[in-house]
Every structure is written in C-alpha cells, then in structure tokens.
C-alpha cells in the first residue's frame, strides 16, 4: 500500500490545501488545524452550521494567512500577531487556551460573508489540548480537530462507496489527512498500527460522519449523501461511519507515494 494523497487544513472547516509532504508531530500534521473561528460566546464555529465556510481556502505562509473567497471571487490578508493574552475556547466537550489574531482585517471580512460576528484564534505550541481519554493515551494532544490528530481514509473504500451513490463524491468530502491506496474495501477496519518511513501511527476508532461530507465544496448546498447510502451498511451504535481517527506515536516526514507498512 502507498500514500496516495496528504491534506493539511490551516484553518478548521476551511478548505484543505494537498501537499506532496507533511512533517507528522504529536497535534498530528505541522500547522493542521491550528486557526479556528469561535463565535461571542468562545464556542468553535465549523462548516456543519455555516456551510459557506468550505467555499473559502487559506494558504499558510510563514507569519501571513492568505483567505480566497470562491464565492464572492474575494481574497484578503491576514498577517499572523497574536494578542498576548490567551482566552479559552470551546470544540465540542473540550476546551482549549488560544490566543486571538492582533491587528486582525480577518474577523469582519468573515464575518459579513457568513452573517454572524465570529473571530480568528490560534492554537500555540504551549496551548495544550488533550485528546478524549476515552481512546487516546495520556499525554497525547491534539489540535482544533474534532477528536484527534490525525484522519486516515482509504481510496477502495471510497470505490465501494462511489459504487453504491447516483453521483460519486471525491474523497475531498471526508476532509482527510493522509489518504491510503489499499487492497481492500474497508480493511482499515482491522488497522492496528501503519507504519510510513520513520513515522508511526495508531489506529485510534472509526470516525462517526457528519452533515459535513454532505455539503458540496463548490457549491455551499447540501444533499443526504454520502450520509444516507453510508447509513444503509456503514452505522454502529447509531453513527454513521467512514475513515478511522488515529495518532502519531512516532514523528517524522512523509511523503505522497511513500509506502505503508502495516505493523
């Protein structure tokens, strides 16, 4: 098996950039996830109630975030100071220290698009997240992503899917890190650990899917695929199933072609 594609997303909910290589760390990729819109109340803010957000892609470039609008056809600069003090915001049961964007241009341009006052924060390297030690291990963390570091998808699940739906969807809809080609539908099912060069990751739990993969990218509108096929031979425990969550035990750089061992 290889890795067949790597996605970083700067920005929660916001589009994904691919990469040919990716430094893996503890929180997962470098610079996955580090930014995230939270609302007045601290709350995080994502693509499943503001649909529009997935239309806006952001390019990470040193100490400057570039935001391109497809919709609107706008784009804007952010250059990255962040305020000395930290606040606390909240990602679904968890919270998380962060810090907001000084001298921000960002939080109106955002907040017009989407009709609400929401803000840019930022995940620093002393801002600690732990993962849910319901799976995870102590002293594992993650970033602003849902659960942890890392999503891992599989390119022949995707075919058996695609196989079942009217309209086959990209794997872009599952907002994956590392997408691996397999042998085998769903034999992701059975991962215990891969291991990529240096680099070490443990399957973690099959990831429970949201409204989310059944919003088009391009177009902001929503339908009930993938959810409804997926739901049909894809639910446990009354979650709707596709990709497995995991964490990096051993860091290190992979590429897009590099090999997967299965350990």
């Given at each position: 098996?290889?890795?067949?594609?790597?996605?970083?997303?700067?920005?929660?909910?916001?589009?994904?950039?691919?990469?040919?290589?990716?430094?893996?760390?503890?929180?997962?990729?470098?610079?996955?996830?580090?930014?995230?819109?939270?609302n007045n109340d601290k709350q995080f803010i994502t693509a499943r109630t503001h649909h529009s957000l997935g239309?806006?892609?952001?390019?990470?470039?040193?100490?400057?975030?570039?935001?391109?609008?497809?919709?609107?056809?706008?784009?804007?600069?952010?250059?990255?100071?962040?305020?000395?003090?930290?606040?606390?915001?909240?990602?679904?049961?968890?919270?998380?220290?962060?810090?907001?964007?000084?001298?921000?241009?960002?939080?109106?341009?955002?907040?017009?698009?989407?009709?609400?006052?929401?803000?840019?924060?930022?995940?620093?390297?002393?801002?600690?997240?732990?993962?849910?030690?319901?799976?995870?291990?102590?002293?594992?963390?993650?970033?602003?992503?849902?659960?942890?570091?890392?999503?891992?998808?599989?390119?022949?699940?995707?075919?058996?899917?695609?196989?079942?739906?009217?309209?086959?969807?990209?794997?872009t809809r599952f907002r994956p890190n590392l997408v691996i080609d397999g042998n085998l539908p769903w034999e992701?099912?059975?991962?215990?650990?891969?291991?990529?060069?240096?680099?070490?990751?443990?399957?973690?739990?099959?990831?429970?899917?949201?409204?989310?993969?059944?919003?088009?990218?391009?177009?902001?509108?929503?339908?009930?695929?993938?959810?409804?096929?997926?739901?049909?031979?894809?639910?446990?425990?009354?979650?709707?199933?596709?990709?497995?969550?995991?964490?990096?035990?051993?860091?290190?750089?992979?590429?897009a072609g590099d090999v997967v061992e299965l350990l």
């Amino acid at each position: 098996m290889k890795i067949k594609s790597i996605y970083s997303y700067p920005v929660k909910s916001l589009s994904g950039n691919k990469l040919e290589s990716a430094m893996v760390e503890n929180r997962g990729l470098v610079n996955d996830r580090r930014f995230m819109f939270i609302n007045n109340d601290k709350q995080f803010i994502t693509a499943r109630t503001h649909h529009s957000l997935g239309g806006i892609s952001v390019q990470h470039n040193k100490n400057e975030l570039i935001f391109s609008n497809r919709f609107n056809r706008t784009q804007i600069k952010q250059t990255v100071g962040l305020s000395p003090e930290k606040i606390t915001a909240t990602i679904w049961r968890s919270k998380s220290t962060c810090h907001l964007i000084e001298n921000n241009v960002i939080d109106r341009w955002i907040s017009e698009f989407v009709g609400e006052s929401i803000r840019l924060v930022y995940m620093a390297d002393d801002d600690i997240r732990n993962v849910n030690r319901k799976y995870g291990k102590t002293g594992e963390i993650v970033s602003f992503a849902d659960g942890y570091p890392i999503l891992i998808t599989n390119t022949k699940s995707l075919e058996d899917l695609n196989n079942k739906l009217e309209q086959p969807i990209p794997m872009t809809r599952f907002r994956p890190n590392l997408v691996i080609d397999g042998n085998l539908p769903w034999e992701e099912d059975n991962w215990k650990k891969v291991k990529i060069g240096d680099v070490i990751i443990r399957m973690v739990k099959p990831c429970a899917r949201c409204v989310v993969t059944t919003i088009d990218p391009e177009t902001g509108e929503m339908g009930n695929e993938p959810l409804h096929t997926l739901s049909k031979f894809r639910k446990e425990n009354n979650k709707v199933l596709f990709g497995i969550n995991a964490v990096a035990e051993q860091f290190g750089v992979i590429h897009a072609g590099d090999v997967v061992e299965l350990l």
